[in-house]
């Protein structure tokens, strides 16, 4: 059984497809990207899988279980967790602060007179632990607003991790990154999930950056799925580079 499996997903806003019928099935350990042209419901698809948007029809499964249509905080505590395009981080608080307060996001409960201190230090681990996995524990103490825009990146993979999540979602990690900071979060990034054998979904725009971590990638246009399989079949798909007017730089 796959661990998300998505079957007919289906978004409308009025009369415009977002997607279209998308089915597809992410193994456990599979790091799988989403491509597609500007507009092609890579956005949509994350937020429909995350809860902050409701699919209009269709399933959607994680580890057997239908999570359509629930709030994005019970997706979240359920396992799946996810990075966004626009920054999300206290640029005043430290990386570790940052990942703190998003592990307890997910595992936080309500004011406990008792228990405080121990949700606190077990909230403080699991920062620490995914801190070091995407190689920032010596930068645990700075400011997250005076780090490198690629150790901003990499740090806020690390709050999503820090949640301990089943199934990652990395919405564009390198987005707004430059060349050489680019590959330097990459290969950071490929070390990570080699090491982790982390499930991922990767939307991502930067095709050097999906062939070097993706191990599958499903490809949208206009909503709906024209190709999902092996990066080298996806990229040698005549509908796939006629989607890409011109194919893949
Ligand atoms: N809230 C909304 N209301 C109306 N239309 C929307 C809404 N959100 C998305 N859309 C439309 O749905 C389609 C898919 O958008 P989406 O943002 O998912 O594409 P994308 O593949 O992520 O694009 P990009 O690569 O530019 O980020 C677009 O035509 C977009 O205009």
Redesign the pocket.
Known sequence: MALLELDGVT?R??A????DQVAMAVEEGEVRAVI????????????VITGT?KPTAGSIRFAGQPIAGLPSHQICRLGLSRTF?ITSLFPEMSARENARLSAQARHGRRWQPFGGAHIFEEASARADAALKQLGLSGIADTPAGLLSHGDQRLLEVAMALAQQPRVLLLD?PTQGLSVEETQQAVETLAGFLKTSGMTVLL?E?DMEVVFRLAHRITV?H??AVIADGAPDAVQADKAVQEAYLGGFE
């Open positions: 978004r806003y009025g415009l497809v977002a997607l597609g042209p500007n507009g092609a419901g890579k956005t949509t698809l994350f937020n948007v395009q564009e939307v725009h949208l206009r909503g």
